[in-house]
């Protein structure tokens, strides 16, 4: 990346973004979700998906390009 796009990710945050906190997963900059139920949610983004597993997932924060899982999160798999 050069100048321009590090200093363009910076102040529009258009980076994939990814934190989990206590059965909390938290996406920002995703693609779309193709797939949803509550044992398996896969979300896509620019470079890949992730696949999230558990029981009871539910997505409680639905935003244009964030969103947030909760649930017992048992694996967090990078495809």
């Not at 906190?21 to 044992?39: A, E, R």
């Not at 890949?48 to 947030?68: M, P």
């Amino acid at each position: 990346m050069n100048f321009v796009d590090n200093l363009r990710n910076l102040v529009l945050e258009e980076e994939f973004k990814i934190n989990y906190i206590k059965n909390k997963l938290g996406i920002t900059n995703y693609l779309d979700i193709s797939h949803f139920d509550s044992n398996k949610i896969i979300i896509n983004y620019k470079d890949g998906s992730i696949l999230v597993s558990g029981k009871n997932l539910v997505v409680s924060k639905l935003i244009k390009d964030e969103l947030l899982i909760e649930g017992s999160i048992e694996k967090i798999e990078f495809r």
